[in-house]
T-cell receptor
Framework: SQTIHQWPATLVQPVGSPLSLECTVE??????LYWYRQAAGRGLQLLFY??????ISSEVPQNLSASRPQDRQFILSSKKLLLSDSGFYLC????????????FGEGSWLTVV | QKEVEQNSGPLSVPEGAIASLNCTYS??????FFWYRQYSGKSPELIMF????GDKEDGRFTAQLNKASQYVSLLIRDSQPSDSATYLC?????????????FGPGTSLSVIP
């Protein structure tokens, strides 16, 4: 069966510091991968999606970036965090066929102080 | 115009009652519809998906889809306190080659013992 893991689960970072969140998927090949953000009391906002290695599309302009160095690995990064980057970050995957279900990782709580 | 709308709630129902959660969407060509449950502080987990008009039942859950009215609902029979969570409606418009699922803001459900 397929599994998705992301880490770290929780982190507190000062303003201006870098960020790296990592996600891996097991049990499937060539998945579509996603990074979402959920601010407190808000809906899910799609940040990035990837349909293959090195293929990243951004949905929202911001100081975040994403990379996919391997088929089942997805990384969310920032060089300098802002207070507004605080939130719940979710990695997700779906089969590489349109219409299939999106499955989420456990999520990472980021607090920028 | 929001693409997927839900009543934010909170919706309160007594234990054992039927909880009815509603969702409307704007893209008439949408083909795939999903319901997720999200407990506080946790990531969303899939409850059901539905593709065709009509009802789809899974245990205590029934999803109802009416494409003509652009409306999808989730009924929870014999509601339990453990059903207390936020329920996210998600729609895949299938306009692109990837799963750009659009999530609604969620409805908070509270089941009162």
């Amino acid at each position: 069966s397929q599994t998705i893991h992301q880490w770290p689960a929780t982190l507190v970072q000062p303003v201006g510091s870098p960020l790296s969140l990592e996600c891996t998927v097991e049990g499937t090949s060539n998945p579509n991968l996603y990074w979402y953000r959920q601010a407190a009391g808000r809906g899910l906002q799609l940040l990035f999606y990837s349909v293959g290695i090195g293929q990243i599309s951004s949905e929202v302009p911001q100081n975040l970036s994403a990379s996919r160095p391997q088929d089942r690995q997805f990384i969310l990064s920032s060089k300098k965090l802002l207070l507004s980057d605080s939130g719940f970050y979710l990695c997700a995957w779906s089969e590489g066929v349109s219409g299939n279900t999106i499955y989420f990782g456990e999520g990472s709580w980021l607090t920028v102080v | 115009q929001k693409e997927v709308e839900q009543n934010s709630g909170p919706l309160s129902v007594p234990e054992g009652a039927i909880a009815s959660l509603n969702c409307t969407y704007s893209d008439r060509g949408s083909q795939s519809f999903f319901w997720y449950r999200q407990y506080s502080g946790k990531s969303p987990e899939l409850i059901m998906f539905i593709y065709s008009n009509g009802d789809k039942e899974d245990g205590r859950f029934t999803a109802q889809l009416n494409k003509a009215s652009q409306y999808v609902s989730l009924l929870i029979r014999d509601s339990q306190p453990s059903d207390s969570a936020t329920y996210l409606c998600a729609v895949n418009p299938l306009k692109t080659s990837y799963d750009k699922v659009i999530f609604g803001p969620g409805t908070s459900l509270s089941v009162i013992p």
